[in-house]
Structure formats: structure tokens, C-alpha cells
């Protein structure tokens, strides 16, 4: 089993910055792509991918929304994930999940294991 537990989140001015984490335990990742996705409040809003680094090679996605904006990254001593996210806009807002799929998936595909989810709020 894998355990995902995020942190960072908060609230921020447009403009503004956070840096959010990813503490991953309970089994081996060298197989594992990192993902973040995220999840804008309203009716009919879809989770929706935003980044992905493999395990051990550090190969890197974003989506084109953040892409320039956002960062991820991994300490894999510490077995930790991170994204650090720059120039925030309103349109960020969204409860952001850590996911862990096996590295063969599609890079935006999320896999079976999930954090509970942190709240960024982004204000105009």
C-alpha cells in the first residue's frame, strides 16, 4: 500500500505564491509516476491533471494552464513531492491532490492512490 498525505495549502493573493508537499510511505516507487491534480469548486468540475514527474528517471509534465507557473519536483531521500506554484491566478483555486500511477500510464492518467487533498484558495 501507499500512503499520500499533502500539505501547504492556504489562501493567497492573485500573484502571490505557495509551495505544496507530498509525504509518500508504505512501499517502494522506483515503478512510480508522482502526479498532482487539482479540483476547481462549482457543479460539473472535473478533477483535472496539472503535473507528473517519474520516480527514478525525473521526467516531467505540466499542463499547458500552468506550464511556466508551477514546478514539481521530488526529494526522493525524504520521499517527498512537491510543486511549487508561482503567479497564482484566481482561476487556480482548487482542492489539489497528490497521486502515485504506475510510470508505464499516460503521464496526465491518475492512478489508484490518492492524498486526501489541500485547499488553495487564490483571491483577486
Known amino acids: 500500500q501507499?500512503?499520500?498525505?499533502?500539505?501547504?495549502?492556504?489562501?493567497?493573493?492573485?500573484?502571490?505564491?505557495?509551495?505544496?508537499?507530498?509525504?509518500?510511505?508504505?512501499?517502494?516507487?522506483?515503478n512510480l509516476a508522482m502526479k498532482w491534480f487539482r479540483q476547481a469548486p462549482g457543479p460539473g468540475k472535473e478533477r483535472e491533471f496539472?503535473?507528473?514527474?517519474?520516480?527514478?528517471?525525473?521526467?516531467?509534465?505540466?499542463?499547458?494552464?500552468?506550464?511556466?507557473?508551477?514546478?514539481?519536483?521530488?526529494?526522493?531521500?525524504e520521499k517527498l513531492i512537491y510543486l511549487q506554484m508561482n503567479s497564482l491566478k484566481p482561476e487556480d483555486t482548487a482542492v489539489y491532490y497528490c497521486n502515485a500511477s504506475p510510470v508505464t500510464m499516460s503521464y496526465s492518467a491518475a492512478g489508484d492512490y490518492w492524498g486526501q487533498g489541500t485547499q488553495v484558495t487564490v483571491s483577486s
Open 50 to 77: 496539472v503535473a507528473s514527474i517519474s520516480w527514478t528517471r525525473g521526467t516531467i509534465f505540466y499542463a499547458n494552464s500552468v506550464k511556466g507557473r508551477f514546478t514539481i519536483s521530488r526529494d526522493v531521500t
Open 2 to 30: 501507499l500512503q499520500l498525505v499533502e500539505s501547504g495549502g492556504g489562501v493567497v493573493q492573485a500573484g502571490g505564491s505557495l509551495r505544496l508537499s507530498c509525504a509518500a510511505s508504505g512501499r517502494t516507487f522506483s
